[in-house]
C-alpha cells in the first residue's frame, strides 16, 4: 500500500475589492463637499428661523445620517431647508423654540404614517405652478427679512412689515455690516465664474463656503465690531417640551410642517433623478428614487431631529446637485456629510464663532433670490399658469406658506374650470353652406350659446357642424340631437366633423375616423394627408370589429409619406393554418383597400394637381430606414413636400469614399440641382439599431453587405471620442447613454459629409440652401431640431403648440 500525500490547494487569487470599498474614495470625496456647503448654510437658516444656531447644526447632522440611511434617493441630501424656513420662524414666534421641536417631531409621525400609506405619489399630484410659486414666495419672504440683517438692523415679525419698515433701515444702514454682507454677495456672484487655472482651481471651494470665510477673515482683520456667531455650550441646549396652545393651531402648524416638507423632498428626489440620468450612464447610476422610502426617511429624520432640538427637515436641491456633480456612487456620501457636521460641531466652535451675522444673512438672502427661478416662470408662462404662479407667491407672502397654498389651489380649480367651461361656438355662411364650429368643451354650460348659433341655421339648407373638443355632457347632447332632427326633417343636409362628432353620430370609433378625416377636408387637401389619423383610425374600427388587433402597428412610409397600415385580414386571423404565410399579404390588401375607401377621395384632387404640375418639393429630408420613423407625420407634410431618402443609419457616404453608395449621391444631386429644394434635413432617431451596431463593431468582423454599409458611420463614432469637438446636448441635458450620444453625433457629422458634395457645397456658397439637423426620440415622440451654437450643437425641443421651448 502507497501513501499518497495530500495534494495542496493552491490559494485563491485575490478577486476584485468589494463594492462598498471600491465606492468608499468617491462617496468620501462628495461627502467633504456637501459638507463645506451645508455647513454655512444651516447656521444661516437657523439664524433667519430665528432658532439656536444649534438647531442647524442638529438638522444637518440628522438629514445626513438619518435621511441619508432610510431614506430612498440614495444622493439626495437632506438637512433644513429656505422652504421651511418661513414656516418655522411663525411656529417660534407664535409657539416658541422648545413647542417648535415637538411639532416637528409630530410632523415626522405623520410623514411615517404617510408613507405606510403609500401616499407618497399623491403629493407629485400638486401643480408644478403652486409648488414653484410657493417656493418663489418664501423665497421673497426670505430675501426681504434677510435684507434687514444686511443693512445691519433687525427683520420685522412679517413680509410686508419688512417692506414697511425698509425705508427706514436704507436711511439709517450700518456700514460695517453692509460692507461684510456685499463681500459675501460679491464672492457669490463671481466665484463659479473665475477665469483660468487658478479660477478652476479655486472653484473646487464651494462659493458659499468662500464667501463665508473671505467675509470672517476680512471682518476679524479689520476688526469691525459685528454681532457673530454665538454657540452656547450644548449642555444648555434646549430640547422639545410638551405642546402648549391651541389644539386647531398646532394640528395646521403640524400639516404645515408636514405638507411643505414632503411635497420639496419628494420633487428634490425627483429633480436628482432626473440628474443623475443627465449626467451618467446607465452603468453607473444608483436605483431610481422610492418615493414612498423616501418619505419614511424624511419621517424618521424629523422625529430625530425634533428630539435632539433641531430644525424640521428636507430634501435640499442644492446639496443634493452638489453630490451628483461630486461624483457621489451610494448613500454612504449624505451619511459621512452628517458625520463632519457633528464632527464640525464637536471640534469648530472656536472657528465658528468668528462668523458674523451679516455675512450668514447674505448668504440666505442670496439663497431666497434663486428660489424666485426664471426657468420656473418662463416654464409656467408657456403652459399659461402664470396667473395660479403669481397669486400663490402673492398669498405666500402676505398671508403664509399655509394660506399661500390653499389660494394656489383655489386659482388654479378655477382656472381649470373655467378652462373646461369656456367654449367658442361661432357661424359662418359661405357659397350657401352655412359652417358651426364649437371649440373646446360642450356642457351644459354652453347650451344656451350653441342652441342660439344653430338656430341661425336656415331650414333646408346644407349646414357642417365642426366639434372640435373632447367631452359632450348630456344637456349638449340632446340639444344637438334634437336640432339635428329638426334640420333633417325640414329637408336640410348635415355633416359632422370633428373630434367631438362620435358622439353625436353614434356610430363609434369609425364614425369619428371618418368625421376626423371630413374635418380636415375642409381645411384643405394638405391637412388631409396626415398618415396618423386614417392609419390609426383603420387600425380602431378594425380592432373594434375582430376583437382582437394581431402584428405591429404600421410599416415604414414611403416617399410620399403613405403609412401602410398592418391590420388583420381573414386570412390572417388567429387560428386559421394559412395565417404564418398570408398575413402580410392580407394587411397589405387591407390597408389599400382602407385607402381606396378612406383616404383616397380627399387626396385625389391634390394627387392630380401633382400629376399635373410635376413634383417640387421645398426640402430633401435624408432619414433613418427605422419603421418607427414616419416622416410625414413628425413633420406634418403630405405628398409633394419632402423628397425623401431612407437608409440604414441615415448616412451620407462621402464623394470618392471606399465602398460608396452611389444612390444616396444621385438623390442628393438630384433634389438640389433638378428639384431645386430650399434645404436639406438629416434626421435620426432615438435606438437606432445602425449605431448600436456600429457601437459594438470589431474589425475582425466578416465582411457583409451592411458592415462595409456601416463604414461610412465611422467617421461619427470618431468625433463621438475626439477631445476636439463638444458633446451635443438634448434640450439642455446631456444624453442619455452612449447610442444617444452617438446618434446625435451621426446627425451633426453627416451633415458635415453634405457639405463636401459639390452641388451641396455650390448652393451653400451661393445662399440659396439650408442644412438642417433633426433628432426623433422615438419613445417620447418628440422632435428636435439642432441648432449650431459657438462650438457645440445644442437641441431646441418644440412643444404642442410650436414654441421652441
Known sequence: MTATAPATTPPPAPGPAPAALKDLPADLSASVAVFLIALPLSLGIALATGAPLQAGLVAAAAGGIVAGRFGGAPLQVSGPAAGLTVVTAELIQRYGWRTTCAITVLAGLCQLGLALLRTARSALMVSPAIVHGMLAGIGVTIALAQLHIVLGGSPQSSAVANVLGLPAQLADPHPAALGVSALTL?????WNRLPGRVGRALRKVPAALAAVASATAFAALAGLALPRVDLPSWRSHALPEVPEGPVLGLIAAVLTITLVGSVESLLSSVATDKLIASERGTDNRPPRADLDRELRGQGAANIVSGLLGGLPIT??????VANVKSGAVSRKSAMFHGLWVVLAAGLLVPVLDLIPLAALAALVMYVGVQMVNITHLRTVNRHRELLVYATTIAAVVLGGVLEGVAVGIAVAVATALHRLARTRITVTEQDGVHRVVARGQLTFLAVPRLSRVLNQVPHGGHAVVELDG???DHAAYETLHDWQDSHLAHGGSLELTGRGSRALAGTGPEADGEADGEARTEAGAHHCC?????WQNHCDHRAARAGTLSGGHGGPSG?????APTIPSAAGAPGSAAAPRRRGAGQLASGITAFQRDTAPHVRDELARLAREGQRPSQLFLTCADSRLVTSMITASGPGDLFTVRNVGNLVPLPGAEATDDSVAAAIEYAV??????????????GCGAMQALLNSHPEAPVTPLTRWLRHGLPSLERMSSRHHAWARIAGRLPADAVEQLCLTNVVQQLEHLRAHESVARRLAAGTLELHGMYFHVGEAQAYLLSEGEDFFDCRVFDSVGQSA
Open 470 to 472: 373632447s367631452f359632450m
Open 559 to 563: 416617399p410620399d409619406g403613405v403609412v
Open 673 to 686: 440641382d433638378v428639384l431645386q429644394v430650399d434645404s436639406i434635413t438629416v434626421c435620426g432617431h432615438s
Open 186 to 190: 460679491c464672492v457669490l456672484l463671481v
Open 530 to 534: 396626415r398618415p396618423w389619423t386614417p
Open 315 to 320: 430634501g435640499v436641491a442644492v446639496r443634493s
